[in-house]
């Protein structure tokens, strides 16, 4: 009889141990891929992204309008890009509309806050948005010359993602952001 108990045992713990697989504690650490950077020029502007990202021309429509993401492949985000060529009347409507854009997600965002950008050199300004919480683009941003120029930018990972697991790499980019930002310089 105890043969059996013993043997009854023994099976049970075989089986189980063949079953159970452990999970990890915690999320797999993000290492930020060190790269150099590269210039993106298009007809009226150009500026830098790091190696590591790739351009992807969207939708062209001459010189006046440009849709273009970059893409982070390692990360499955992408920051999704227009660029508009201002005329005299259009410059209020672009700057309201980066606004509601980025203040769209207010109902689930903890905070919106906008970091204001200014270049007296280039002539350039533009707002960077930090929308913390669980939203669906938690940087955001424009950069313009106030006169012809205007690109909005929003970063959005290409599947849903828990913020607080990849808010690394949501800084990562967000430096990226602030480079191209700093660097973005206009042909005309």
């Not at 920051?79 to 672009?94: E, Q, V």
């Not at 207010?106 to 950008?117: F, V």
């Not at 967000?174 to 042909?187: G, N, P, T």
Request: glycine letters at 2%; charged letters at 20%; proline letters at 4%.
């Amino acid at each position: 009889m105890r043969v059996i108990i013993l043997l009854t045992v023994l099976c049970f713990i075989f089986i189980s141990c063949n079953e159970y697989t452990p999970k990890p504690n915690a999320y797999p650490r993000i290492e930020r891929q060190e790269s150099g950077t590269d210039t993106f020029i298009y007809s009226n502007f150009s500026f830098l992204y790091p190696q590591v990202a790739k351009i992807e021309r969207i939708k062209n429509e001459g010189d006046s309008k440009f849709w273009f993401n970059i893409a982070y492949l390692q990360y499955d985000a992408t920051i999704h890009c227009t660029y508009l060529k201002l005329d005299r009347n259009s410059l209020p409507k672009m700057l309201d509309e980066a606004y509601h854009f980025a203040y769209d997600h207010a109902s689930k965002a903890e905070s919106i806050s906008q970091i204001q950008y200014s270049d007296s050199l280039h002539k350039n300004t533009g707002i960077l948005y930090d929308i913390s919480g669980q939203v669906a683009s938690p940087v955001q941003f424009y950069i313009t010359d106030n006169v012809s120029n205007f690109i909005r930018g929003a970063l959005y990972f290409n599947r849903e993602v828990k913020m607080d697991s990849v808010s690394p790499v949501v800084q990562y980019i967000r430096q990226d952001i602030i480079k191209l930002m700093e660097s973005v310089q206009w042909s005309n």
